[in-house]
């Protein structure tokens, strides 16, 4: 662990007290390397620096302190120049161009893209990216099925655009979920100016929501045909490529040890899109927090409206409704007009605490009437107790027990007298008790919440629902009728016996 997480002092010069010296003297780098200009002069570096205010009494010595630093830093190699010298004083003194490191470039690249950025997070939702990526996809599926091969920098070509796609698609979603749920994007949502962007914020996402539900179903069914194995012939191509590529380093990765870095990269790729057996994969997680944001926003805007209603006059409403009442000549039709604009003014509302039954499935018409008493509201009220002895409760106990059991074995003969072998299709059940319909709905109910739709009955039997998208049926019970869709409750222990 201490080789690939050591000490990184190249980029001692972001922090170095002379920090503002170092970075412009790599700025100008750096934008020479980007003009394909890799070694530079002392002189030129000079030329360049004192155009700045702060550089103005800039000296050469200090310049080449600063250079010999940078190059203790390993941010520049410094090349002996080995030309003719022109004057008495070139020749005694050594002349050095330089060169700056990988290290740096990276560096000031990505310091370069952060200052355009700013502080705050960039990306965005862009469905044509998974559009993009799918046609690469589709592209190297077809060239796999036709053994179109042949040309190892074509597949290589394509290798790299999946990639790049799928890292533009990360990135930038990412970014942009952390973007909308900053700080100062919060504190912009509560603004009243936000109603007037809510409407393109909105349909900017949902927008990208039907994109990618149209789209993100053909990558999930191309990845599921396109397992490693079916990609080897592809990948040894890959490979190929990448080792015509001439480089100067001393050791070389083996086509072993090239194909295992190619099938990392091709595992990440699906595990985004189709998830592992331990958690859901990041493209339902992106749907879920882009959903949610339609959500939140649709809340805010919800608050800023209320918000705004409080402090709008309803002056012309009030005068509206005071015509509408002059012109009623009936005092009934008055009093219904006054129950819809203002309520029923007789109304009370009785709250008791008192729980007659813990059963969630009784109704309100079978409860039995609450007796409430109203005690005094005076400090020197008090409550009469007595002693009162402790009674035995066991009777009481035994007989709910059989009554409890008695029910539950009158639930098992009704099933099996339902069933078909070993299912019960609710098309084709006859006019089942009220109890009986409760529980075949309770049974739907834990089962959804599973993945495999299986759950366990208080019996201790193992049953398997499924659920018709085509189908549908009508659930005829004692309390009613229930259109649903058609479902089969599977026995799976009987499948087993």
């Known amino acids: 662990m201490q080789q690939p997480f050591k000490k990184v002092i190249e980029a001692s010069y972001l922090t170095a007290d002379k920090a503002w010296r170092y970075r412009a003297i790599l700025r100008y780098f750096y934008i020479q390397h980007e003009r394909m200009r890799e070694f530079l002069f002392p002189e030129e570096i000079l030329a360049y620096l004192t155009d700045f205010q702060e550089f103005k009494d800039y000296t050469e010595d200090q310049l080449h302190l600063d250079l010999d630093q940078l190059v203790k830093w390993n941010n520049l190699l410094a090349r002996q120049?080995?030309?003719?010298?022109?004057?008495?004083?070139?020749?005694?003194?050594?002349?050095?161009?330089?060169?700056?490191?990988?290290?740096?470039?990276?560096?000031?690249?990505?310091?370069?893209?952060?200052?355009?950025?700013?502080?705050?997070?960039?990306?965005?939702?862009?469905?044509?990216?998974?559009?993009?990526?799918?046609?690469?996809?589709?592209?190297?599926?077809?060239?796999?099925?036709?053994?179109?091969?042949?040309?190892?920098?074509?597949?290589?070509?394509?290798?790299?655009?999946?990639?790049?796609?799928?890292?533009?698609?990360?990135?930038?979603?990412?970014?942009?979920?952390?973007?909308?749920?900053?700080?100062?994007?919060?504190?912009?949502?509560?603004?009243?100016?936000?109603?007037?962007?809510?409407?393109?914020?909105?349909?900017?996402?949902r927008d990208f929501i039907i994109g990618l539900q149209q789209t993100a179903w053909k990558i999930q069914q191309l990845l599921q045909s396109m397992g490693t194995s079916h990609l080897q012939p592809f990948l040894h191509q890959v490979i190929l490529h990448q080792q015509q590529v001439p480089r100067f380093e001393d050791i070389a990765a083996d086509e072993k040890e090239l194909m295992t870095e190619q099938e990392e990269k091709w595992h990440s790729l699906t595990a985004w899109f189709l998830g592992n057996a331990h958690r859901e994969s990041e493209l339902d997680s992106l749907q879920t927090r882009t959903n949610e944001q339609i959500r939140r926003i649709t809340r805010v805007v919800q608050r800023l409206g209320e918000r705004h209603q409080n402090f709008r006059s309803r002056k012309k409403d009030f005068l509206h409704l005071a015509k509408w009442f002059d012109s009623l000549n009936d005092i009934n039709q008055a009093h219904e007009l006054s129950a819809v604009s203002f309520g029923v003014f007789h109304t009370r509302h009785m709250f008791s605490d008192h729980v007659p039954t813990d059963d969630i499935y009784t109704d309100t018409w079978e409860e039995q009437p609450i007796s409430h008493e109203t005690k005094p509201r005076i400090r020197q009220y008090r409550e009469k107790t007595r002693a009162g002895a402790i009674l035995s409760q066991t009777h009481k106990k035994e007989a709910a027990k059989e009554d409890y059991l008695r029910e539950k074995m009158a639930e098992e003969e009704t099933l099996n007298a339902y069933m078909q072998g070993n299912e019960i299709k609710l098309g084709a059940l006859p006019i089942v008790e009220k109890h009986v319909r409760k529980m075949l709905l309770s049974w739907i109910g834990k089962a959804m919440a599973k993945k495999d739709h299986t759950f366990k009955t208080e019996h201790g039997r193992t049953v398997q629902v499924m659920v018709s998208k085509q189908e549908r049926i009508q659930l005829q019970a004692e309390d009613g009728v229930m259109e649903m869709p058609a479902v089969t409750f599977r026995f799976m222990d009987e499948v087993k016996n």
């Open 81 to 205: 120049e080995m030309g003719r010298a022109h004057t008495i004083e070139e020749f005694k003194k050594k002349r050095f161009r330089y060169q700056c490191t990988p290290y740096t470039v990276e560096f000031e690249r990505m310091l370069m893209e952060m200052e355009k950025g700013g502080n705050v997070f960039g990306g965005s939702l862009e469905k044509k990216e998974f559009e993009r990526l799918y046609q690469a996809l589709a592209d190297i599926e077809s060239r796999i099925n036709q053994k179109e091969l042949s040309d190892a920098s074509e597949c290589s070509q394509l290798w790299n655009d999946v990639f790049t796609y799928f890292r533009s698609i990360t990135q930038n979603t990412s970014d942009y979920i952390a973007h909308i749920n900053s700080e100062e994007a919060e504190e912009r949502m509560q603004t009243e100016a936000f109603l007037v962007f809510k409407d393109q914020f909105t349909t900017y996402l």
